[in-house]
């Protein structure tokens, strides 16, 4: 009220990890844990209050307006709600001819580029002379993506895409994003937090909790061999059609602490079945387990 600082909330702490040209990092967790804001401070649309971030080869984090500007064009980001991403009062054509107007503009034809566009992602040319309200959410969500990739990006932010969509939508979205990525060479950091679509899109998975990243490697690592309690209870929460496919299974109970008073110690302590003195106290690091795999957790280092 008084217009002081009282506290501080750390979205995101400490967290690292690369992401090589042509490959999907899946970012998962659960509501809350930082995954959002992580995907917004890769981008810069957040300031982190430290670290670094390296975009091609070059240190981002004090790039100015200007040359931050310049750098939208290769770096864009698709929200989560398409209803709320596209603005109402525009015309389909003009959604994705803005980021082709601001950045490229003079360089290409704008129409062509959104018939193109439009092509690209499943919708008919006619789709530019309508308003978002006249789409499915699916369809809206085909209108986004070609929006993000009317700059000719390199790398693309997704921001939990499939989840205001109906299931049967989900599926058409996702492999839509793939084929993309294929046929454009592009970059994703794909955040979910679904397990099941994560493994569909990624090369490899950081597994996220109250701002930490707690686990992280290939996907093949994490479904086969995961090691962190979090991750192992993520993965028994996937519903399967065999009803003994989970005996033994580790359950979430309870809520997720707040970030802005994490516990001490290993943040998951609260939750975690295998819990011991050493956990409430001491936070673990996250160690490299060789092969690209590492983890955060007591009883594994
Ligand atoms: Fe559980 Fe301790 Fe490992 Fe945290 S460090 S996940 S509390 S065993």
Known sequence: M??????????????????????TIGVVGESGCGKTTLGRTVLRLIEPTEGIIIFAGKNITKFNKKR???????????????????????L??????????EHIKGKIKVEERVCELLKLVGLPEEAMWRYPHEFSGGQRQRIAIARALSTNPKFIVFDEPTSFLDVSVQAHIINLISELQQKLNLTYMFISHNLGVIQHVSNKIAVMYVGKIVEMGLVDQIFEEPLHPYTQALLDAIPVPDPDAHKGRVLLRGKVPSPENPPQGC????????KMEICTKTEPQLSDMGKLHKVACHLIS
């Open 92 to 101: 389909v054509r003009d959604i994705i001819a803005e980021p082709i107007e």
């Open 2 to 23: 008084l217009g002081r600082v009282t506290g501080w909330v750390r979205a995101v702490d400490g967290v690292s990890f690369d992401i090589y040209e042509r490959e």
């Open 267 to 274: 943040r998951f302590h609260t939750r975690c079945p295998y």
């Open 68 to 90: 931050l500007r310049s750098l939208r064009k290769d770096m864009q980001i698709v929200f989560q709600d398409p209803y709320w991403s596209l603005n109402p009062m525009m």
